[in-house]
């Protein structure tokens, strides 16, 4: 089970590393945007609308909304990953520590509940 748990220690820093990796790539293109639609407006609103000007924007914003998303795709993989692997951690650790009650097990459902107003009233 160590083997496990060192496992799951080194995905998860590699998931980490990744989400701050896709987190950049989002505020690259962010900014790329950003100055994107700045050009633009500055070329358009020039006394002679600069053509070169406004295609350079185009490009920039277009290129900026395509890795954006691709941004945006990459972050919510990392994301689901790191879902499932504390689904793994906290099996390893329910499997690791078995006495110890789960939350679930606990915690009062709804029969409980009811079981116990019926004993009280």
Same mark, same amino acid.
């Given at each position: 089970m160590l083997a496990e748990r060192r496992t799951i220690e080194e995905k998860e820093k590699n998931l980490k590393e990744a989400e701050k990796e896709a987190v950049n790539d989002i505020d690259a293109a962010n900014e790329l945007l950003s100055d994107g639609t700045t050009k633009l407006a500055n070329s358009i609103s020039s006394s002679a609308v600069d053509q070169h000007g406004v295609k350079v924007a185009?490009?920039?914003?277009?290129? /900026?909304?395509?890795?954006?998303?691709? /941004?945006?795709?990459?972050? /919510?993989?990392? =994301? /689901?990953?790191? =879902?499932?692997?504390s689904v793994k951690n906290k099996q390893l650790f329910e499997r690791t520590l078995p006495g110890l009650p789960s939350k679930k097990r606990n915690a009062p459902t709804q029969s409980k509940i009811s079981r116990k107003k019926k004993k009280t009233h």
């Open positions: 185009s490009l920039m914003i277009e290129t /900026a909304k395509v890795n954006l998303e691709k /941004a945006k795709t990459k972050l /919510a993989s990392v =994301r /689901a990953k790191q =879902r499932i692997l």
